[in-house]
């Protein structure tokens, strides 16, 4: 099993659609989470750390299910300026490296 | 106050010769990571730096590759012998620490695209 899963989608929606995306992680002992937004050709960017208790930042809004080892990201009203590829980030076990997901792309249309 | 650079942005080489590439973190960072990205893939982890140490090198794919950090600040990434198959986009990142905080998150570069001949 990999250690981070992510669709790799592409996920093709209109603007204002509400679109999810969810991850799933291998190692229990996980400690911290993340989503990234990496636009073509460009270096990754933190999006939103992602909290246990789940955290909203405007239309976007993360949570984490421990017990089943996913995390989701949910996009509400989408723009076309969303359109990325989005990556799940776990920060796992005493040695703390990031692992990264191969990401999910999504695509906003007019 | 600046983010963490790379250089060259762009480095066409001949198949067989060796290239370094440089990545300047955000000052203050005692941190720094090296990833690998192919065209439509993943990030590929390589190599991890506390202060000029590097505990973590299970990344590196061979023996030609090679990386250092003086001054817990510029890092050079040495790729001996180079190979078609090391074409990609080398990602330097930073930051605080590694593992004390925990919601501590990586910044990243702007890539160095490299194309092996």
């Known amino acids: 099993r990999k250690e981070v899963e992510q669709d790799p989608g592409p996920f093709n929606v209109p603007e204002g659609a509400t679109v999810a995306f969810n991850c799933t992680y291998s190692n229990s002992a996980s400690q911290s989470f993340f989503w990234y937004r990496q636009d073509c050709r460009k270096e990754p960017k933190l999006l939103m750390s992602?909290?246990?208790s789940g955290n909203e930042d405007g239309r976007f809004t993360a949570q984490l299910n421990r017990a089943s080892q996913y995390i989701s990201l949910l996009i509400r009203d989408s723009k076309l300026s969303d359109s990325a590829t989005y990556l799940c980030v776990v920060k796992g076990g005493s040695q703390g490296n990031l692992i990264f997901g191969k990401g999910t792309k999504l695509s906003v249309k007019p | 106050g600046a983010g963490v650079s790379q250089s060259p942005s762009n480095k066409v080489t001949e198949k067989g010769k060796d290239v370094e590439l440089r990545c300047d973190p955000i000052?203050?960072?005692?941190?720094l990571y090296w990833y690998r990205q192919r065209l439509g893939q993943g990030l590929e982890f390589l190599i991890y730096f506390q202060g000029n140490s590097a505990p973590d090198k299970s990344g590196l794919p061979s023996d030609r590759f090679s990386a250092e950090r003086t001054g817990e600040s510029v890092s050079t990434l040495t790729i001996q012998r180079t190979q078609q198959e090391d074409s990609a986009v080398y990602l330097c990142?930073?930051?605080?620490?590694?593992?004390?905080?925990?919601?501590?998150?990586?910044?990243f570069g702007p890539g160095t695209r490299l194309t092996v001949l």
């Open positions: 000052s203050g960072h005692t941190a």
């Open positions: 992602v909290y246990s």
């Open positions: 990142a930073s930051s605080l620490e590694r593992t004390s905080i925990p919601q501590e998150s990586q910044y």
